[in-house]
């Protein structure tokens, strides 16, 4: 865990660390998975200095994936 997270975020990374330990789940990679997971929350609840967000999609791209699903559709009809 990154060294500004809550008490409350370190108590959740653990036990989901012994969840998935448990489980059997993500084999070997139950640490990692455990800090994203509660990474994730904390970006997203605003916890984080920077909270990166996807990038937007061009109209261009827009157009051209409505125009091929349109197509697609006509074509099974």
């Given amino acids: 865990m990154p060294t500004g997270a809550s008490p409350k975020r370190e108590r959740e990374y653990k036990?989901?660390?012994r969840k998935f330990k448990k489980e059997g789940r993500y084999?070997?990679?139950e640490e990692e998975v455990a800090a994203r997971i509660v990474n994730k929350q904390r970006s997203e609840?605003?916890?984080t200095k920077t909270r990166h967000k996807a990038p937007a999609r061009s109209a261009s791209r827009r157009k051209s994936r409505r125009h091929h699903s349109t197509r697609a559709a006509a074509r099974r009809r």
């Fill in 27 to 29: 084999a070997g990679r």
């Fill in 45 to 47: 609840a605003g916890e």
């Fill in 15 to 17: 036990k989901l660390e």
